[in-house]
């Protein structure tokens, strides 16, 4: 049994110590907390030991009578794999604690790509990351295109990506962020980061990015144009999603018009805080011209890294390959909608 340890416990790394517990080859050996908060205390009632993150902060988790197992250093100290779900950034100044205990390293897509030797994505890169220290779960959004680019690659070769990526402006917990009332280019430059996020993926891939913001938290939505190396079918991308299991087809008949009826499918499916761990591609979408592909997809920014960093900490710690891990943790979270 791999001993996790979660270090930042607020929107992925609570999604992820709830996946690992799932797993039957894992345990969560504890979170780390930088603050007392409604989250802290979720993390006690569902019996994972919580630590404090910040030393000197450690007195407040007494004032607020919750009980700590110790400081971060032993969480780290004794753990197998720690993934770092802290914000963007505070992962960067804590690789030199995982260094200093021989811990290998999880980071989330907030990090520089060069804070780790691998960034990863369990459809398409899951062996580069076998035995690494340091690995990068790459974003949200470079996870949903990568999911896609990787079949289409094997199947029909790719010349050049396009995809134009309309964001969320914040969570549903994030109230300090925006837009309010508007719709922003972000950045106005182009490409976006995505494009070359995404090639830290598949370093040979053409890719262009752009993006905006816009007043909404549910999900972000994706426009795809691939250009392939051979024409295609559209009736052949779909068989060929069909047998991706992180990629969710949309039925006509579903009546599923945007990423709000998404969310309340995945509430009514019985999703824990209706997570979508899959791409959601609008079946009718799925379109070709000649050697050109089109589609519409939703990504779910809180939870369909989940997934990639389960099957990380069996690439680091060399516990299963690629088609048994994704299966293994496919099978224990439920994900197909």
């Known amino acids: 049994m791999q001993q996790v340890a979660i270090n930042g416990y607020g929107t992925i790394g609570k999604r992820v110590a709830d996946a690992v517990r799932q797993q039957p080859d894992m345990e969560v050996l504890g979170v780390a907390k930088t603050r007392p908060n409604f989250e802290a205390e979720t993390a006690i009632e569902k019996g994972f030991p919580l630590y404090a993150a910040v030393e000197e902060r450690a007195e407040l988790f007494a004032e607020a009578g919750l009980e700590i197992a110790g400081p971060v250093e032993d969480l780290v100290a004794e753990a197998d794999v720690v993934v770092d779900a802290t914000p963007s950034g505070i992962g960067a100044q804590n690789k030199e604690l995982y260094e200093e205990y021989d811990t290998p390293a999880l980071y989330q897509g907030g990090e520089d790509a060069d804070l780790a ?40 070769g790719v010349e050049k990506v396009r995809a134009t990526l309309v964001r969320r402006g914040g969570d549903p917990g994030q109230s300090d962020r925006g837009p309010i009332n508007d719709i922003l280019p972000n950045p106005v430059t182009i490409p976006s980061h995505h494009g070359p996020d995404v090639e830290t993926i598949f370093p040979d891939l053409d890719i262009d990015t752009l993006g905006m913001k816009v007043p909404a938290t549910q999900m972000h939505m994706h426009s795809l144009n691939v250009t392939l190396e051979e024409e295609v079918d ?24 945007g990423s709000g ?42 939870s369909d890294v989940v997934p990639e960093n389960v099957d990380a900490i069996r690439a680091v710690t060399g516990a299963a390959d690629a088609q048994e891990s994704i299966e293994t943790t496919d099978e224990t979270l439920g994900i197909g909608l």
Not at 117 to 125: C, D, I, K, Q, T
Not at 132 to 156: F, K, M, Q, W
Request: one cysteine or more; glycine letters at 4%.
């Open 117 to 156: 030797e691998v960034s990863f994505n369990a459809r398409s890169n899951f062996e580069d990351a076998v035995d690494a220290d340091h690995v990068r779960v790459v974003s949200c959004n470079t996870t949903g295109l990568s999911r896609v680019i990787a079949p289409l690659r094997e199947a029909y």
């Open 234 to 257: 559209a009736a052949d991308v779909r068989e060929l999603f069909a047998d991706e299991s992180r990629l969710f087809s949309i039925p006509e008949r579903m009546d599923i018009d």
């Open 261 to 302: 009826k998404l969310k309340e499918y995945a509430l009514d499916a019985g999703r824990p805080r209706g997570d979508i761990w899959e791409n959601c591609i609008w079946e009718e979408s799925i379109s070709t011209v000649g050697r050109d592909f089109y589609c519409f997809q939703a990504i779910h920014q809180e």
